[in-house]
């Protein structure tokens, strides 16, 4: 008598890649059926009008909601922002006005003739017919002149600040003025958000203040053109995390921008006029010893259209060396990082990135 045995073939696992902390040697695998947990399978909507009352009991139960979302997302829409949509419909069509220059004149601000990489830049992708544009933009950085709140600094802390390099299209009338506007609404906004983060992690209000008050903070006017037939690098951008706090992202309504959850699958971030999108960054997953997540995404422009997007980044002071939280440790769940030097960690990075343009493989960087 002969028994015969079925062996069942295991699937091999499959993974998504990504960008964190200098290395693509992250991943995260794709679970379906039996495997897959309980996640998002969609974005969620904030209204933050609140954190703007006068009243503190309702500033801390939008903290609490906005935390909640921290937590298990690490993405959210924010509606009844403050910015108004005549800016930011302004600085969009400034974006198209100067991504519609000839390269040889946005080269004039080429972010290579920065000490700190400001300025224009411009990624490819192969295709059968060759080289294509994948995205192009144009950054610019905090510079303490154009603060709403000026920093009491001194002379070296002042140097500190990349935004100092910034170099601005003189050819198109009311660029900077209009860029530098949306900047300081921005900024404003970012100093509320920041103290809402902090009540929701259990800190007082005021715990970010006085690390935010010349901040590491850039702004990008992102092209994406539609994608090459043939094209080998399907993302405009690839899979990655910020590094930074936080990130308040204003997209056009082309759309294109995916977010990954914990199974691994990709989820559209749909646009929705008036909103932001904002996201948890590295630092502040750091500092809050993994109580908040940076989420892994992408750009992805399918629609055969031109999209635009402007990602704004904010971190802290750049001399800041911050530690987690008091708020976030405990006897049981001691922290998990030392402090992180910013002005250090984010040199090294430039660094990372000049080195990669001097080899010819900036796509390995992702700076």
């Not at 998504?16 to 200098?22: L, M, T």
């Not at 959210?76 to 800016?87: A, D, R, T, V």
């Not at 144009?138 to 303490?144: D, G, V």
């Not at 802390?157 to 609404?185: A, D, R, T, V």
Request: net charge negative; aromatic share 12%; proline share 6%.
């Amino acid at each position: 008598m002969s028994t015969t045995m079925t062996e069942t073939a295991q699937e091999e696992p499959q993974y998504e890649y990504y960008y964190r902390d200098h290395t693509w040697e992250n991943k995260r695998e794709i679970l379906r059926g039996s495997k897959a947990v309980e996640t998002f399978d969609e974005m969620p909507l904030i209204d933050i009008g609140d954190i703007f009352s006068e009243s503190y009991s309702e500033r801390l139960r939008k903290a609490k909601e906005v935390a909640e979302v921290c937590k298990t997302v690490g993405f959210m829409y924010i509606k009844n922002h403050g910015i108004s949509q005549e800016l930011i419909d302004d600085v969009f069509e400034f974006s198209k006005t100067y991504h519609a220059q000839d390269l040889e004149k946005k080269k004039e601000e080429y972010v290579y003739k920065s000490e700190t990489l400001r300025g224009y830049d411009i990624h490819y992708t192969k295709t059968p017919e060759g080289l294509a544009v994948k995205k192009e933009s144009f950054m610019y950085s905090y510079n303490p002149d154009n603060d709403p709140q000026p920093p009491n600094l001194t002379p070296e802390q002042y140097k500190q600040c990349i935004g100092l390099h910034n170099m601005w299209p003189i050819q198109i009338p009311g660029f900077q003025p209009k860029c530098l506007e949306y900047f300081s609404e921005l900024l404003k906004l970012s100093r509320r958000l920041m103290r809402t983060f902090a009540l929701g992690l259990g800190a007082e209000e005021t715990y970010f203040d006085d690390i935010i008050t010349a901040p590491y903070v850039s702004i990008i006017l992102q092209h994406y053109p539609p994608r090459a037939p043939g094209a080998e690098d399907l993302d405009g951008l690839g899979a990655h995390s910020d590094f930074e706090t936080f990130t308040i992202l204003n997209q056009d309504m082309v759309g294109g921008l995916e977010i990954l959850n914990k199974n691994g699958i990709y989820v559209p971030a749909k646009p929705i006029r008036g909103t932001f999108v904002v996201n948890i960054g590295d630092f502040l997953q750091r500092i809050s010893n993994d109580t908040f997540v940076s989420t892994v995404h992408r750009a992805r422009n399918t629609s055969g259209l031109e999209r635009y997007s402007i990602p704004f980044f904010l971190s802290f002071n750049v001399d800041a060396e911050v530690s987690v939280m008091p708020a976030c440790v405990s006897e049981t769940n001691p922290a998990k990082y030392g402090p992180r030097n910013l002005h250090e960690y984010t040199a090294r990075r430039r660094q990372l990135q000049k080195e990669a343009h001097e080899k010819g493989t900036l796509e390995d960087a992702l700076v």
